[in-house]
């Protein structure tokens, strides 16, 4: 059986560290696109197929192909509609990744359009005014976790991505093509930690019903404490981050949990905000975990344990899967997760930057 090739044998190929051929192969900054080109070069040469810019082809010739298409002027192709419900705050894991997803289509030819989808579209069940469907190649939608409203854009038989999506808690699929960050393997992780230093009471902060990546993680919590067959205190499970009802809710609480799980670090935040108010220590009197490694996440007192998003990796799925769907309208729905890591910060009692 062939060796699988790994990024420590192309390291040890080109006689350089490890760390710069993992910069190249996951298109990171702060690399010189000579040394780039020259590591891509070299790991297609000897069959690496593990990263995300060379597997969105499938052989070496599109490869090629596709790195002359790089360095030549774009011819332009067609306009790929970004419909969101809401402002993209620059902490938003989206507005990261958004930014290399629109480099990525710039150099294919296609120009990246943002549309507002506001509250009395969603109502309605029309598109924004600004966009015109017989203009766009193709749709991305951030933040659009109405399912009637999904499922209408679904309908326009134009070539369509949802980057998460509305909660599909009683078992539907939408018919389209759906990318996620990893929403299940940290939050195990983190949970089996917790048990195995002695935290058995663990609660929640979040709707899981919001959308599919709130759901998602709020499930794993759940798996993770009936496979350790440790029973979830229901009066600390709260559906409601707002920061007056979470005020409200833990004041007039009898108990608290060793650990509040919360769907995300902005939810972990406000959680941290409102137990300090009340007098409580994080991570003395309870641990919080949030979930995205939002830059507040690393500058709060304390910082916060989370889970990383790669939000390049996710850029460069989200071209491979409108692309590929824009050539082939008719390929089978895919559901594509990227990678997600968690890092235990003071939050939980643990030294800044510990990874798992």
């Known amino acids: 059986m062939k060796k699988k090739v790994t990024i420590q044998d192309i390291a040890d190929a080109l006689d350089i560290s490890r760390n710069t051929v993992s910069k190249a192969i996951n298109n990171s900054e702060g690399l010189a696109e000579a040394t780039r080109e020259r590591i891509l070069k070299k790991a297609v040469e000897m069959g690496y197929k593990q990263f995300s810019y060379v597997s969105t082809f499938s052989d070496n010739a599109a490869f090629r192909q596709v790195t002359e298409e790089r360095r030549a002027p774009p011819c332009f192709r067609g306009e790929i509609a970004l419909l969101t419900t809401g402002f993209l705050a ?3 894991f ?4 958004l930014d290399k ?3 990525e289509m710039a150099q294919l030819g296609y120009t990246l359009n943002t549309h507002r989808v506001t509250r009395e579209d969603l109502t309605a069940g029309r598109l924004p005014i600004t966009l015109f469907p017989e203009r766009s190649s193709g749709i991305i939608c951030f933040e659009i976790f109405d399912r009637e409203y999904a499922e209408m854009l679904c309908r326009l038989e134009i070539p369509i991505l949802f980057v998460d999506a509305p909660a599909g808690t009683g078992g539907y699929a939408l018919a389209a093509d ?5 929403n299940t393997t940290g939050i195990t992780q983190f949970v089996n930690i917790m048990l195995a230093q002695g935290y058995t009471k ?12 709130f759901f998602e993680r709020y499930r ?3 798996c993770a404490m009936a496979l350790a067959d440790v029973p979830v205190d229901e009066t600390h499970i709260i559906r409601q981050s707002n920061v007056n009802v979470l005020k409200k809710v833990l004041a007039s609480a009898k108990t608290l949990p060793d650990v509040f799980i919360c769907a995300n670090d902005f939810a972990a935040q406000d959680a941290i905000n409102v137990l ?3 007098g409580k220590r994080v991570p003395d009197d309870v641990r919080i975990c949030g979930f995205d490694d939002s830059p507040e996440s690393r500058h709060s007192a304390p910082p916060i344990t989370t889970v990383h998003i790669h939000t390049q990796v996710m850029a460069f799925s989200a071209a491979h899967l409108i692309v590929s769907r824009m050539k082939e309208p008719s390929l089978d729905f895919r559901t594509i997760y990227t990678e997600a890591n968690l890092i235990l910060r003071e939050s939980t009692g643990h030294l800044q930057g510990g990874t798992q």
């Not at 989206?94 to 990744?97: G, T």
């Not at 663990?202 to 990546?213: A, K, Y």
């Open 90 to 92: 620059p902490s938003h």
């Open 94 to 97: 989206a507005s990261l990744m």
């Open 101 to 103: 997803f629109q480099r």
């Open 178 to 182: 759906q990318l996620y960050m990893d």
């Open 202 to 213: 663990i609660g929640w902060i979040g709707d899981f019903e919001h959308c599919q990546s």
């Open 220 to 222: 794993a919590f759940r």
């Open 276 to 278: 300090t108010e009340l």
